[in-house]
């Protein structure tokens, strides 16, 4: 596994929604280069015919019944939080021009 | 004094009437203002809404109501469960100021069984690291850091749940409640000489609690004796409809099974978790521990693991690729920390996406950040099938592994850190250093199975030794037993540390 490029770590910046700086990018690209070397070490195992394992419960596909209960948290509890919230809305900035 | 009494003593005085909850709530209290400034367990105490409680317990037990064996008895909680109008962070500057409006199931079941809230523990932000070092709030005023070891101020605490070990070790509360997704009880546990068990995934309702990796994530008691852990682990566990992966199977009555007979089952050593790099004073004080076992009528066997070794690993791709999803509802619009809210002077020209990507980046401490754009980058297209898949893959080998093994031992004993507690900013500097201090406690979490640490001895620095039990898929009850016979025989668990 070669390093991880600068751009390459801006790139997943980008992806994760995090604005980095540059003395960030540079931190991080040796530092996940790193883990990446570690975590490589998993191409040792043999896993041709192996399933991969989600979640250990052997469960899939929880179903609740389709219907409608009033929610116990209020509107006006969950819009306190935001840092603008009008008339049942979380008011962000526009995103057409 | 009262705060040193443990949920049975607090709770067979308060039944006889020796004592009130008030009583036990302030001495609790007196406690952290005395030395809290010194360990820096909590993040908030919650001292109006205790008293409350604590006189709403004693009302009750005045009227003949009590509600449970844990009426009125003080329990810190990790400040990753949601408390309902209580300010809760996960120690992180993102959620500085989150007000939750709604309770987590556990500490709904907690609150509903009479217990009372004495406060919000520190912990590693977003519960991600060993040391609580990655906290973003310097608890500790004296000495302007997060939490400090009781056993050693010099010295972490562990993590990522430091904040409720060191409050038990410390007698700042009675018991508290953590969370461990692969290791984050029972390391600060072993590192603070307390009591933690992890439970099986499923066994406890996750709803409420920050989500970290939802597939390993799982929420446990941290407690001065098994016996205590027995205790609150029945009021923590069920299913919840808020939590499909919760289990339906029955919560047993984990303390009445409690004895001291003979121990009649085999146990296993793993050499795997005795390999290199395993301190040579905790090796010692583990194979004592094993050496007592087997006084007390124990079979103990040699066993081996050799896909262990990759567990680290599977680890760290299935947990960073979960960290970056679950993390993503942190966006500065619906909650937490946002530049719409807390920018000055507010720049109106910054598109939705800048509001999402810098807030995230002033938000965020440094490891969530890593963890993020480790998670990002393994699930991402053209690498998902060569990291997290077979991840994945390896996570079935290990999983059969321990299915294997269970088929001829009862229960495993190890230890739980490879080493006792290390000093502050030991490891900071280089995160895989800090990955690898949880070598022997996250094979556990990919593979669902319950795991508690438990007091084994002591360094000749006088630094806490935890043993590990591992037991299989819903082995909690097998894992108490065995771990309170241990305390029947031995002393370590009574130790308390000397906070100068």
Avoid at chain 2, 71 to 87: E, H, M, N, S
Avoid at chain 2, 357 to 368: K, V
Avoid at chain 2, 447 to 458: D, E
Wanted: aromatic share 8%; proline share 5%; glycine share 8%.
């Amino acid at each position: 596994m070669s390093k991880l490029s600068k751009d390459e770590v801006a790139h997943i910046a980008k992806l994760s929604r995090l604005k980095l700086s540059d003395e960030e990018i540079s931190r991080f690209s040796d530092q996940l280069s790193d883990v990446l070397e570690y975590v490589g070490q998993l191409g040792e195992v043999e896993t041709d015919n192996v399933e991969p394992l989600n979640n250990v419960t052997g469960l899939s596909n929880i179903y609740v019944e389709d219907k409608i209960e009033p929610s116990k948290i209020s509107a006006a509890d969950i819009g306190k939080n935001a840092p603008e919230f009008k008339d049942g809305f979380f008011v962000v900035p526009g995103v057409f021009e | 004094m009262l705060y040193e009494l443990t949920i049975k003593s607090a709770s067979e005085k308060l039944a006889s009437g020796e004592i009130s909850s008030v009583e036990l709530t302030e001495s609790i209290l007196e406690r952290i203002k005395a030395v809290d400034s010194k360990v820096g367990a909590y993040i908030t105490v919650c001292e109006k809404e205790a008293l409350g409680m604590a006189r709403a317990s004693d009302e009750r037990r005045k009227s003949g109501k009590i509600l449970s064996e844990i009426d009125g008895i003080p329990i810190a909680v990790k400040d990753l469960y949601l408390t309902k109008g209580i300010r809760t962070t996960a120690a992180s500057k993102i959620l500085d100021d989150f007000i939750p409006p709604y309770e987590s199931t556990v500490t709904a079941h907690l609150w509903a069984a009479g217990a009372v809230l004495i406060g919000k523990t520190n912990l590693d932000q977003f519960a991600m690291g060993s040391s609580t070092e990655t906290s973003a709030y310097n608890t500790a005023t004296e000495y302007d850091s997060t939490t400090r070891n009781p056993w050693d101020l010099e010295r972490i605490p562990g993590g990522s749940s430091g904040g409720s070990a060191a409050a038990v070790a410390a007698d700042l509360c009675i018991a508290a409640v953590g969370t461990d997704t692969g290791g984050s009880i029972r390391q600060p546990a072993s590192l603070c000489s307390i009591t933690g068990l992890k439970p099986t995934y499923g066994r406890v309702s996750r709803y409420g609690i920050m989500a970290m990796a939802s597939s390993l994530d799982q929420a446990g008691p941290m407690t001065k004796t098994v016996e205590d852990a027995a205790i609150l682990l029945k009021y923590m566990s069920g299913h919840d409809k808020h939590d499909s992966t919760s289990s339906k199977r029955e919560v047993p009555e984990y303390s009445s099974g409690l004895g001291t007979r003979d121990l009649q089952l085999k146990v296993g050593v793993p050499k795997e978790f005795f390999g290199a790099g395993l301190d040579p004073e905790v090796d010692k004080i583990i194979r004592e521990a094993i050496d007592k076992y087997r006084e007390m009528g124990a079979e103990i066997v040699d066993v081996s693991l050799p896909l262990i070794k990759y567990a680290l690993a599977v680890y760290y791709i299935l947990m960073p690729v979960e960290v970056s999803s679950n993390l993503a509802r942190y966006d500065g619009i619906r909650y937490g920390y946002s530049v719409l809210k807390h920018q000055t002077p507010r720049n109106n020209n910054q598109t939705l996406d800048e509001v999402y990507s810098i807030s995230r980046a002033e938000g965020f401490g440094a490891e969530a950040k890593r963890r993020i754009m480790l998670g990002s980058y393994v699930s991402s297209a053209g690498y998902a099938d060569a990291y997290y898949k077979k991840a994945l893959k390896v996570r079935t080998l290990i999983k059969n592994e321990f299915d294997r093994i269970f088929e001829k031992v009862d229960l495993l004993i190890a230890p739980v850190a490879p080493s006792p507690a290390f000093k502050f900013g030991e490891k900071t500097a280089d995160p895989l250093s800090m990955y690898l201090s949880d070598v022997l406690t996250v094979p556990i979490n990919p593979a669902g199975l319950p795991a508690m640490s438990l007091p084994a001895g002591f360094t000749k620095e006088n630094l806490p030794v935890g043993l590990q039990l591992i037991g299989p898929m819903w082995g909690e009850q097998t894992i108490l037993n065995t771990g309170h016979a241990f305390q029947q025989v031995t002393n370590h668990h009574l130790q308390k540390p000397k906070i100068k």
